[in-house]
Nanobody
Framework: QVQLVESGGGLVQAGGSLRLSCAASGRTFSSYTMAWFRQAPGKEREFVAAIGWSGVSTYYTDSVKGRFTISRDNAKNTVYLQMNSLKPEDTAVYYC??????????????????WGQGTQVTVSS
């Protein structure tokens, strides 16, 4: 069983920044593929970013490229999402997800085995 705990959400003005953190349990965190998804009210959960086990390979949805950065610290069992130049359309609940088999990157929620409880990000205009 893997537990994921997100933190760092909040209210920020457009153009501002936030850094989300996701702390994971599990002795083999360094082998997990990790991802961030988000879900706005009335919308489906959507892929935001993912990172491979080593941290070298990263993937982003087009709408956040150049503004968001995903990273991980395997020594701390933590994955981060640095969000800059935030826009009102980034407002959503952000979820951390883990694929414990590692290897492939998945862009849909069904590719991930464990989920955090979510953290609210609200960007005001």
């Amino acid at each position: 069983q893997v537990q994921l705990v997100e933190s760092g959400g909040g209210l920020v003005q457009a153009g501002g920044s936030l850094r989300l953190s996701c702390a994971a349990s599990g002795r083999t965190f360094s082998s997990y593929t990790m991802a961030w998804f988000r879900q706005a009210p009335g919308k489906e959960r959507e892929f935001v970013a993912a990172i491979g086990w080593s941290g070298v390979s990263t993937y982003y949805t087009d709408s956040v490229k150049g503004r968001f950065t995903i990273s991980r610290d395997n020594a701390k069992n933590t994955v981060y999402l640095q969000m800059n130049s935030l826009k009102p359309e980034d407002t959503a609940v952000y979820y951390c997800a883990a694929n414990v088999k590692g290897g492939n990157i998945y862009y849909t929620p069904t590719g991930y085995d464990y989920w955090g409880q979510g953290t609210q990000v609200t960007v005001s205009s």
